[in-house]
């Protein structure tokens, strides 16, 4: 079993950045590609950005390319996303998700319980 805890949420300005993380504990997250997806409100829970186990390979959505950098810590067992140039649009709940299958949907094993990003004009 794999728990998963976002953190790094908040409220910023439009232009700013932010960090989240997802530290995992209970098992080792070395073997599973995660994913970052964010849930708008009123709208359906979107993918925003997926890495690999190995942390080689990395899919993002077109909305946050250029923008979202993800990126993975084995040894400490956190994922990451860096967050530049926010926009308001990117406000919503954002989830990390542990997957052995396909990283870019979301049918995966775990998911955590979200943070909360609110993006201001």
């Known amino acids: 079993q794999v728990r998963l805890v976002e953190s790094g949420g908040g409220l910023v300005q439009a232009g700013d950045s932010l960090r989240l993380s997802c530290a995992a504990s209970?098992?080792?997250?070395?073997?599973?590609?995660m994913t970052w997806f964010r849930q708008a409100p009123g709208k359906e829970r979107e993918f925003v950005a997926a890495?690999?186990?190995?942390?080689?390979?990395?899919h993002y959505a077109d909305s946050v390319k250029g923008r979202f950098t993800i990126s993975r810590d084995n040894a400490k067992n956190t994922l990451y996303l860096q967050m530049n140039s926010l926009k308001p649009e990117d406000t919503a709940i954002y989830y990390c998700?542990?997957?052995?299958?396909?990283?870019?949907?979301?049918?995966?094993?775990?998911w955590g319980q979200g943070t909360q990003v609110t993006v201001s004009s």
């Open positions: 998700a542990a997957t052995g299958g396909n990283p870019l949907t979301d049918d995966v094993d775990y």
């Open positions: 890495i690999s186990w190995s942390g080689g390979s990395t």
């Open positions: 209970g098992r080792t997250i070395s073997r599973y590609h």
